[in-house]
DNA sequence: ACAAAAGTGTTCTGTCTACACCCATGC
DNA sequence: GCATGGGTGTAGACAGAACACTTTTGT
């Protein structure tokens, strides 16, 4: 049987996805956003993203378009939500299936955002308004983050490879906004077991250094399957 | 400036929703299944769905679909996942924005399912296997299910205006696949201050019969605009 | 020696779990 | 009066919250 046979003759909407990208640095979230050199709304920050092409899926496309807008690469990518009203687009009928990325910002910084690039880091409390629909579509990304840093070890997506137990207690009361207490946080991500002591500390600072610590990502792949949840 | 200046030029998919709808009978967690009377997978069965029009957005979509496929209306709906791949469905690039929908099925028995209707209820044990990639879809809405039940009073929408605390423990222990007991379920529930007692119970049985309760939706919405988080 | 941040244990409190007996109803 | 399922309270275990002093390091 012929393919054609079975082609559908409907009215057709575009087809996006659109990636927020979270970093943490400095002891804020922040959001990668690109200026817009076109119209609609050009000028205005925008999130990167693009069309889908016949021969890729949505997570596909995200991914191809995280790396050639930024160069990123090897990140923690999800699905979000898929926007469609009628009207979010002035040039037409688009649906815009997003994606989060979380990126550990310490490798990229340099990339993205470098001479003249039109990309820039946003922290969360300071982005502008944004094209499109995309400051509804920013606070249902950060509504998930916060929601799912608690039962996923997602954290750790945003910091470097070794991170100390401050690092990873102020990620945490940034993302949930609130403060937590030194002693029990650490109490209780130790219980967990999957963090890696490597017995170094920060040095060069006018104060004790703290210890390196790195997440077991085996070990948690394997308790997972067993049944562990991650919770903090 | 013309809308037509910016009209995209890319090929594009075409867009569907489909509609996984829940139901809780007797005991069981069914789902609602259509026979395919045309290719492909025809006589095989799959979720009610069908293509976007350009009017209406996909919620507004997939509340029509399902009014026009099993007349029912006003309920529960919240959208899933979206579906992509590019062999998804063997007529050509379709993709799927998912969504599932909690019904009280002691109102809606009646419409689908009877007659020479081509709609079923399926105990989810008992699923056969599906056309085109709507076993994983059902695998993720009953992840959804599992997981939103516990943290957001969803239950009540798969039980009549009226139920009783045994009908809600039963529903808890269906949904999440574990038995709870009997005196802290309901001192939990009871806690929450979001159940209307009616003061009623069940006659015409031969033994004691169980008490009415409703939810409190007015209240719930109060509350939870305050801050408050319903969890069982 | 002092300023600055890291590291560490214990008590208290409230929540979750486990559990057994009486009650109402129809036959 | 008996079989069936509904309704109720309490004690022990456990986990979460609160909290203060010592250690390290650079200047």
Redesign the pocket.
């Known amino acids: 049987m012929e393919t054609k046979t079975y082609c559908y003759e409907y009215p057709r909407p575009a087809v996006t996805t659109d990636c927020i990208i979270f970093g943490f640095d400095e002891g804020e979230l922040k959001v990668l956003l690109i200026k817009r050199g076109i119209e609609p709304f050009i000028g205005k920050w925008a999130f990167p993203g693009g069309f889908l092409q016949m021969d890729e899926n949505s997570d596909q496309c995200a991914l191809r378009e995280l790396y050639e807008e930024t160069g990123v690469k090897n990140v923690f990518i999800e699905q979000l939500y898929t926007f469609s009203d009628v009207d979010r687009d002035p040039r037409g009928r688009v649906i815009t299936i997003s994606y989060y990325a979380l990126i550990k910002l310490s490798d990229y910084r340099l990339k993205a955002g470098d001479d003249a690039s039109n990309a820039e880091w946003f922290p969360i409390s300071k982005v502008p308004p944004l094209a499109f629909d995309h400051d509804r579509i920013l606070r249902i990304a950060i509504a998930r983050l916060r929601g799912k840093i608690r039962y996923q070890p997602i954290g750790f997506e945003l910091l470097p490879e070794k991170f100390?137990?401050?690092e990873l207690q102020s990620l945490y009361e940034t993302v949930l906004e609130m403060q937590l207490?030194?002693?029990?946080f650490?109490?209780?991500i130790l219980e967990t077991g999957l963090l890696i002591d490597h017995n170094e500390?920060v040095?060069?600072?006018?104060?004790?250094?703290?210890?390196y610590f790195s997440f077991d990502k085996k070990k948690y792949k394997e308790l997972s399957e067993k049944g562990f949840n991650f919770?903090i």
């Not at 207490?181 to 029990?184: L, T, Y």
């Open positions: 100390t137990m401050p207490d030194r002693r029990n650490r109490k209780k500390t040095k060069g600072l006018p104060h004790k250094g703290a210890k919770e």
